[in-house]
Structure formats: structure tokens, C-alpha cells
């Protein structure tokens, strides 16, 4: 009995050496990537699967995304924030524009005449962001945060050349304050997110829209329109929008810590200045597709220009004290936009 005891004491160590002695296997991990463009538009082939093609080679194919593009999960474009928040889905690229007022602070970026650079935008914005606007997004873990290139005017039937132009237009806008700014200019905002543009050009709900180039092929947004207006190009932009690539937080702290490794290597400051490079790049292209189909161009010089932002000019204010009564500095919050854009431009 005694020798029975002890043979099977034995098999059982050798059983448990064994089993440790078998490797462990590796965690794999499916991120569910929700996001508003179309699989043809350069957000899904310049950054969204070339980010998912790199965490997944330096992961060993670990880390795979289960791309949704086009809101192909449901809801709107503005639910994308709470859909990454409530673990809803695993990664977005959103506007926080979107839902207006939700996200004040990142709305310096999207006051008028700020910046004409992408690339500088998106470094200057993922610092402002870290200082101030990081606690409006609880629950999720920002990857990059930047801004798109250059944004102008593209209307359906009459040329935008100066600022009493603007009159009696309806004009679509993608956040509050470029809503803000129309009116500032005249004309009366429509505020509608992307995915709804060609729909409300081709019924005549609006007369036209603030867009980047970049965006404007993939939606043949320049088959709808027959006039681009352009901004002097030693100005900065007319507006800019910011967005947003996050993660949900407890999906990011689920992950063991060399996947947490591959995920931190792919984003912050430089990431976002690479994807804000991407932006600039990104003109020469969409703007070809215009011209080749005989669009009219016009740049507002300058001296016109002015006019513009005199009559925009109260935005800044307005923002300064909308961020005064939520307990902020906003003229310092202001100020460190505009100094951080000056510290990046090229």
C-alpha cells in the first residue's frame, strides 16, 4: 500500500513538471474598429489599416482588428465616443465635434483661422489635449489626437468670392464652432456629420459645405459641386476639426503587458504628427479629382480675408467665456493653442 502511496505521488509530480513544462500559451486579442469612412477614403487606406497591419506584425498576429467601416455597427457618427467609452466596440476615429458643446476644450482647435498645417495641428493638439481635454474622455484611452488639413468652401451653384456671398446660403458644417463661424459670415449653418453630405447636396438641403480636400473623392462630393473657394495659402486655414483615435480603457488594461507594449509603440505625440502629415499629403489628390472635372477655383486674397476675421472675431471671446464659467482659464487655454501651433509650424 505504502509503495502504491508513493508511486502515485510520484506520477502525480510528474504530471504537474510536465504540464508546467508546456509553454503558455499567448493571449490573442480581436479589436472590434468602428469608424464613419467608406473602405475607398484616406483615413481607411493611409492610416486605419496600415496602423492594424502594424500592431498586428509586431504582436506575431496577436493583436488583429475586425475593421467596421461606415458606421457598419449602427448608430451615428456622434455616438462613436460612447460607443469606445461603454465597451461597445474597441477602437475609434471620431470627431468630438459631433456632439456639440460635449467636449468644449478640444474646440480651441476649431475656432476660425487658427492653423494651416496638419502635421503641426497634430502635435500641437496631442500636447493641449494632455493638458487640458484628456478628463473629458473617461473611460477610454487616447491613441492620437489630431487635425485635417486645410478646410474650405465648396458650393453647388454660386462661387464664393467674398464675404456678403455668404448671404441666404445654407452651408454644412461638422462642429459647433465652424456652425458658429457661418453664421459669424452670413450664411445660415447646417450642422450634419459626413456620412449625410451628398444626401443633403443632392436634395438641395444645403448649398454647399466646409470640407478638407481629402474627404472629397470618396463621397464624389466634387461631382456635386461646381465651386471651390480656397483661402490665401500664407493665411491660416478657415477652420479645422479635430479628431480623435480612441481605445477603450478596460480593453487596453485587459491586455498582458507586451500587447500593452505594441499598442503604446503605435500611438502618442509622434503618431499623431505622422497621421497629421498624412493630412497635408493628402490635398494635391482630392483636389486633382476637381479640377480634372472642370470645377471653378477662386482663392479670397488676403486683404478679403480680413473681413472674415473681423466678423469671426467674437468666436474667440464667446469661447474664452464659455471656458471662464466651467471653472477654466480660457484665455490661457487660448493662448497655449496658438503658442503651441507657433512652436510646431515648419
Same mark, same amino acid.
Given at each position: 500500500?505504502? &509503495? ?9 509530480? &510528474? ?9 503558455? %500559451? ?64 474597441? $477602437?475609434?476615429?471620431?470627431?468630438? *465635434? ?12 476649431? $475656432? ?21 481635454? &484628456? ?7 487616447? #491613441? ?18 467674398? %464675404? ?8 454644412? &458644417? ?6 458658429? +463661424?457661418?453664421?459669424? /459670415? ?7 456629420? +459626413? ?6 447636396? =443632392?436634395?438641395?438641403?444645403?448649398? *454647399?459645405?466646409? +470640407? ?25 486655414? #478657415? ?14 488594461? =485587459?491586455?498582458?503587458?507586451? %500587447? ?11 503618431? =499623431? ?29 488676403? =486683404?478679403? /480675408? ?27 487655454? #487660448? ?12
Amino acid at each position: 500500500m505504502k &509503495a502504491f502511496a508513493r508511486s502515485t505521488v510520484t506520477l502525480a509530480a &510528474a504530471l504537474v513538471a510536465s504540464f508546467a513544462a508546456l509553454p503558455v %500559451l499567448a493571449q490573442e486579442v480581436t479589436l472590434k474598429f468602428h469608424h464613419i469612412w467608406n473602405p475607398q477614403a484616406m483615413a481607411s487606406v493611409n492610416v486605419i489599416t496600415p496602423w492594424c497591419d502594424k500592431v498586428a506584425a509586431e504582436s506575431n498576429n496577436r493583436i488583429k482588428c475586425q475593421i467596421f467601416p461606415a458606421m457598419s455597427m449602427g448608430g451615428t457618427p456622434a455616438q462613436l465616443v460612447d460607443q469606445v467609452k461603454d465597451g461597445v466596440v474597441d $477602437l475609434v476615429i471620431t470627431l468630438p *465635434g459631433y456632439t456639440a458643446g460635449r467636449f468644449p476644450t478640444t474646440e480651441a482647435f476649431e $475656432l476660425p483661422f487658427m492653423c494651416n498645417s496638419a502635421e503641426a495641428g497634430a502635435r500641437a493638439a496631442w500636447d493641449y489635449f494632455g493638458k487640458y481635454s &484628456a478628463k473629458e474622455f473617461p473611460g477610454t484611452k487616447i #491613441l492620437a489626437t489630431w487635425v485635417h488639413d486645410e478646410g474650405y468652401i465648396h458650393t453647388r451653384d454660386k462661387q464664393i468670392k467674398t %464675404l456678403a456671398d455668404f448671404k441666404g446660403l445654407k452651408m454644412r &458644417a461638422p462642429t459647433r464652432q465652424t456652425n458658429k +463661424l457661418l453664421t459669424s /459670415l452670413g450664411a445660415s449653418p447646417v450642422g450634419m456629420p +459626413l456620412p449625410a453630405i451628398p444626401d443633403a447636396v =443632392s436634395k438641395g438641403t444645403i448649398d *454647399g459645405f466646409l +470640407l478638407p480636400w481629402e474627404v472629397m473623392p470618396s463621397l464624389k462630393l466634387h461631382e456635386m459641386v461646381k465651386f471651390h473657394s480656397e483661402t490665401d495659402p500664407t493665411r491660416p486655414a #478657415l477652420y479645422s476639426s479635430v479628431f480623435i483615435f480612441g481605445m477603450n480603457q478596460a480593453k487596453f488594461d =485587459s491586455l498582458p503587458a507586451d %500587447l500593452k507594449a505594441v499598442i503604446e509603440r503605435n500611438s502618442g505625440a509622434a503618431f =499623431s504628427q505622422s497621421i497629421g502629415k498624412i493630412w497635408d499629403g493628402s490635398q494635391a489628390a482630392g483636389r486633382k479629382a476637381a479640377q480634372e472635372r472642370g470645377n471653378t477655383f477662386h482663392t479670397i486674397p488676403a =486683404s478679403e /480675408l480680413d473681413n472674415w476675421v473681423k466678423a469671426s472675431d467674437p468666436l474667440y471671446t464667446e469661447w474664452v467665456a464659455d471656458m471662464d464659467k466651467k471653472g477654466l482659464n480660457g484665455k490661457q487655454m #487660448l493662448q497655449d493653442a496658438k503658442d503651441l501651433l507657433a512652436k510646431y509650424k515648419k
